[in-house]
């Protein structure tokens, strides 16, 4: 059963323009939502995040926006930069106790943006 | 300083060898992890640690053991693999309280079994 779902496997966008990546969950358990940037063979680097209180977070370029009735949340860049080309993997967090998470990822949007 | 490094960067063993994979944190991260990420998937929990201690192990086979000698290192011993066991092994470290900001990840190690 998948619990975070990116049903966009591969998104191209004009440089300069907006890039919109989608991602659904069905666990009503996960308190934090996650957007990670990762390039082949290196690890996932933390790009921005979202408490489930929380409706839109924004950190320069990036906005997530989270619609926590429908389950679903968007990440917004804007403008899309040629360096932004990468797989984005969204992740949600339950917290598991004991001072540790977990997180679930979904499967990934590879982002291509076209000088 | 939000590094998290992990050592070695390729590994190629044989199925009867025996290896460990280090991963290092200075950021006074209490939870540490391992993850598995296999070509075009998401990563995979594979074990946490809390406080040193073991918290969590996602029914991993018994030939991956993790160790956390202290609050700055964690490693992966590795025995008798099987060539499917072949990926990016992936490690992470959190704070320890909520509210979470991250996991932070190492840039991983790339395990070639043969």
């Known amino acids: 059963d998948q619990q975070v779902k990116q049903n966009s496997p591969s998104l191209s966008v004009q440089e300069g323009r907006i890039s919109i990546l989608n991602c659904d969950y069905t666990n009503s358990m996960f308190d934090y939502f996650l957007w990670y940037k990762k390039y082949p063979a290196e690890g996932p680097t933390f790009l921005i995040s979202i408490s489930s209180i929380k409706d839109k977070n924004e950190d320069g370029r990036f906005t997530v926006f989270l619609n926590k009735s429908a389950k679903h949340l968007s990440l917004h860049i804007v403008p899309s930069q040629p360096g932004d080309s990468a797989v984005y993997f969204c992740a949600a967090n339950r917290y598991s106790g004991a001072g540790s998470y977990q997180l679930t990822f979904g499967k990934g949007t590879k982002l291509s943006v076209i000088p | 300083d939000t590094e998290v490094t992990q050592t070695p960067k390729h590994l190629v063993m044989g199925m009867t060898n025996k290896k460990s994979l280090k991963c290092e944190q200075h950021?006074?991260?209490?939870?540490m992890y391992w993850y598995k990420q296999k070509a075009k998937k998401p990563p995979e929990l594979m074990f946490v640690?809390?406080?040193?201690?073991?918290?969590i192990n996602e029914s991993v086979p018994s030939r991956f053991s993790p160790e956390c000698p202290n609050s700055s290192l964690l490693n992966l011993h590795l025995h008798a693999l099987q060539p499917e066991d072949s990926a990016l092994y992936l490690c992470a470290s959190s704070q320890d309280s909520p509210p979470l900001k991250a996991q932070y990840f190492g840039p991983g190690t790339r395990l070639t079994v043969t």
């Open positions: 640690y809390s406080y040193e201690k073991l918290s």
């Open positions: 950021m006074g991260h209490r939870a």
